[in-house]
């Protein structure tokens, strides 16, 4: 690797990380307001998401000049090109974020309904898959990576099991419409981000390993 290459790759690195803070204390900061209902924390994670937006389009741009003007191949070919993708997901969680803000902010207004649905085990879930993707972002770590792609299917099954949950209950309660459709906002971009933490381990894998894992379930099959 070049001097030049280098240190472009050091800066795209430590941009990259940078953004992967600012996403993921956004969705601990959106999940928290939704629980505490709090409307200052809510709106902050809203209006915070345009400087995800920025610095969504820094990366990219970096990653473009990168290809343009050293040519990379292999290993830093592979880093560049996973870190475009990356760039991308971790905008799209910072979308998710603020729409679970969004939907903090519509609750607050609500009347409360108890679900028989445990909502905050769905959201500490999806909070570790993404703090452990962004690990083994880190790390370089492709087995945290699998263990991310595990998961998944947890959070899937958890989506599936709430929205029997409030078809039940519409049927039951029609005037609760409102709140629960609000509910199942939530539980589907949680399911969403849930995906795109799934995406960001698979990356890695490619990064590391060079091998695309998507749709190829065995190649996430963790080593014993």
Request: charged share 30%; proline share 2%; with cysteine.
């Amino acid at each position: 690797m070049s001097m030049h290459l280098q240190r472009d790759v050091e800066k795209l690195k430590k941009k990259i990380l940078t953004l992967s803070t600012i996403v993921e204390e956004a969705l601990y900061d959106a999940v928290r307001a939704l629980k505490s209902k709090d409307e200052t924390l809510a709106k902050n994670v809203i209006e915070n998401d345009a400087k995800v937006d920025e610095m969504e389009v820094e990366v990219e741009t970096d990653c473009l000049k990168i290809l343009a003007l050293h040519q990379p191949v292999a290993t830093d070919l592979r880093y560049v090109i996973s870190v475009l993708k990356i760039n991308n997901d971790l905008e799209r969680v910072g979308d998710l974020a603020a729409n679970i803000a969004q939907r903090a902010l519509e609750l607050k207004y609500l009347s409360e309904v108890q679900l028989p649905f445990d909502f905050s085990e769905m959201a500490d879930k999806v909070k570790r898959m993404l703090r452990q993707s962004l690990n083994s972002l880190i790390d370089l770590n492709i087995e945290n990576a699998k263990l991310v792609c595990a998961m998944d299917d947890e959070i899937d099954a958890m989506h599936r099991q709430l929205y029997k949950i409030i078809d039940r209950k519409v049927k039951e309660n029609p005037e609760l419409v409102p709140i629960l459709l609000q509910y199942l906002s939530v539980s589907r971009y949680l399911e969403r981000i849930a995906d795109l933490a799934t995406n960001i381990a698979e990356d890695v894998v490619y990064m590391v390993e060079g091998t695309i894992a998507r749709h190829q379930p065995e190649k996430l099959q963790i080593d014993k």
